[in-house]
């Protein structure tokens, strides 16, 4: 019998919990539960018990879960036990900014290319890495063999700049443009937009 997959729901609460052990194990703590997870991040014990029965048993009753031991194995369900090269498109602010983002690498990550179409941006510096010109991007994937991402274009832009990651081998895109991109099923996007939050946490003002 095939094993039911793991809703998209939970896969996206794994890396909460991942970031709070960190935390918890900077506060020189050894030992965590359920409920203290529960605590910390607003959730029920019963929820986060449940999301990681999907994977598997991780702690004991009475004793609660090893930090360094849970630690290990959602880096390990969530593939981030090795480092994946990955390229930005968009050498804008917020391309920029990104590209000197350093929490990348420490959870998984390497920023090993950027790119953008301008030609007054080709060519210049943005921190240890220069603008490539998107026109060597399919070459650029298909010989890193990159898959992952970031998409950092005007919305005008992001579609046809998506349809050319695809294209070229890109399985998952991080997409800071604010609209949303049509991909086959087997390319997975996440969707970042700053103004659809804020306009959801105005409702409650």
């Excluded at 909460?16 to 539960?33: A, N, V």
């Excluded at 030609?119 to 898959?147: C, S, Y």
């Excluded at 087997?186 to 969707?191: E, G, L, N």
């Amino acid at each position: 019998m095939a094993q039911a997959p793991v809703p998209e729901i939970v896969v996206g609460r794994l890396p909460i919990y991942l970031r709070m052990l960190e935390f918890l194990k900077k506060e020189g703590k050894p030992i965590t539960s359920s409920q203290e997870l529960a605590e910390r991040l607003g959730l029920s014990s019963a929820q986060i018990r449940k999301d990681l029965s999907y994977f598997g048993e991780f702690g004991k009753q009475g004793t609660g879960y090893n930090i360094d031991y849970l630690q290990r194995q959602l880096r390990q369900i969530l593939h981030v036990d090795r480092v994946w090269d990955m390229l930005l498109v968009g050498a804008g602010d917020l391309g920029r900014a990104l590209a000197h983002y350093q929490g990348f690498v420490p959870q998984g990550f390497r920023l090993v290319a950027i790119f953008d179409n301008a030609p007054k941006k080709i060519g210049t510096p943005v921190g240890n890495l220069v603008v490539l010109d998107i026109a060597e991007l399919p070459r650029f994937v298909r010989e890193k063999k990159i898959r992952v991402a970031i998409l950092a274009v005007p919305a005008e832009s992001a579609s046809s700049v998506a349809a050319m990651l695809v294209e070229s081998g890109i399985q998952a895109i991080l997409n800071y443009a604010p609209i949303t991109l049509n991909v086959p099923s087997y390319v997975k996007v996440y969707h970042i937009d700053p103004v659809v939050g804020l306009q959801s946490m105005a409702y409650y003002l």
